[in-house]
């Protein structure tokens, strides 16, 4: 791990903030949202959690991608817990994950700031 701020992000929520028929394909649409957050040049390390039929895409350079081996939002905590004494940036709209990441000190941010739309 590097001390670079992380960004975390919340696959399903994000690609579900489009309707663009994401839910034709979750594992490529998971996908699409990885490549777009690899050609960010923010100076942070970032963090793609899937879930679901999204499980199993490969991390690419500047994307981590975990697989949650149950529910997203619980490994999204997990993650928060972990980089709590690092500047963390949980991209996401679910109100309930958001009460729980600040309390590990991280910030939250909605999807259109990875994903317009």
């Known amino acids: 791990m590097s ?11 994000v690609v ?4 663009d028929g994401w ?4 594992k490529a649409a998971a996908e699409r949202l990885r490549d777009r957050l ?3 040049d923010a100076g942070e390390e970032v963090i793609l959690v899937v ?3 999204a ?3 490969e991390s690419v350079p500047g994307v981590r991608v975990e697989s949650a081996p149950g529910s997203g939002d619980d490994l999204i905590v997990e993650l928060a817990a972990a980089y709590a004494g690092r500047p963390c940036t949980v991209v996401t709209a679910d109100r309930a994950l958001r009460e729980r990441v600040r309390a590990h000190g ?3 941010v ?8």
């Open 3 to 13: 001390g670079l701020p992380v960004l975390i992000v919340d696959a399903a929520n």
């Open 16 to 19: 579900g903030s489009v309707p």
């Open 23 to 26: 839910w034709r394909d979750r």
């Open 38 to 40: 690899a050609l960010r």
């Open 51 to 53: 879930e679901g039929a």
């Open 55 to 57: 499980r199993g895409i």
């Open 106 to 108: 991280a910030e939250c």
């Open 110 to 117: 909605g999807p259109r700031t990875v994903r317009p739309g």
